[in-house]
């Protein structure tokens, strides 16, 4: 079992040059200080015992569980340069930030959790594996993810899985998913089909789905 937690100051200073914009914006100024504190608590257990029809393999079950809390602060102030919003993938739902770059840190107030269960042979390889969960917002956020002022409304992030299959050392298998449990629709879904047919050759075969590409 493991328990992190840590406390952070995130401390950044702007220094913008508004005579190089091709479009006024009156909203920037041209000095920006922004601190903000972070605090983050982040859990979980692994279980394992023999798998029922073979006592050669070993079956994992690790539930985790974080808990984030960043403060609101308006940030409208300061220009997007190099943020992006990340992807919510499974492994992003224990990450401390929702954007790449430092333009905008996302406000939190949020409980993610996950189960993962894996198969493991004699040998400790990993042959199959299967994981879901998914973020409880406590509260909203006003900060805009994306330039085009996107918020959260909903007070769940999607349900995120991912599936991996190792037959051999020539077929794999692996997928992941993003739904939306309030819309009942898929947001975003990927599978993989791998073949090595020689040491360093490889076939894959992959469809990627996204249902608002723009």
Known sequence: ????????????????DLSQLSVPNTLLD????????????HGGINFERPMYFNTNF???????IQYLYVPEVDQSNIGMYDTTQ???????????????????????????WGLTTRVLDDSNSERARFSFGQINYLSSSDTPPTPNNITQSSEE???AAEVFFY?????????D???????????????????????NNMV???HRYTRNVS
């Open 167 to 175: 037959i051999n050392r020539q077929w794999q298998f692996s997928g």
């Open 30 to 41: 041209e000095s920006v200080s922004r601190s903000i504190p972070k605090v983050r608590m």
């Open 1 to 16: 079992w493991f328990v992190n937690s840590e406390v952070r100051l995130l401390q950044t200073y702007y220094d913008q």
């Open 58 to 64: 070993t079956q994992t079950f690790e539930p985790q």
């Open 204 to 206: 894959q075969l992959n």
């Open 177 to 199: 998913l993003q739904y939306d449990t309030k819309n009942g629709q898929a947001n975003k879904s990927q599978l993989n089909v791998d073949y090595h047919y020689s040491e």
């Open 157 to 159: 992030s999607a349900l």
């Open 86 to 112: 990340l992807q919510d993938d499974y492994y992003g739902l224990f990450r401390d930030t929702r954007y790449s770059g430092l333009d905008r840190i996302a406000a939190a107030n949020q409980i993610s």
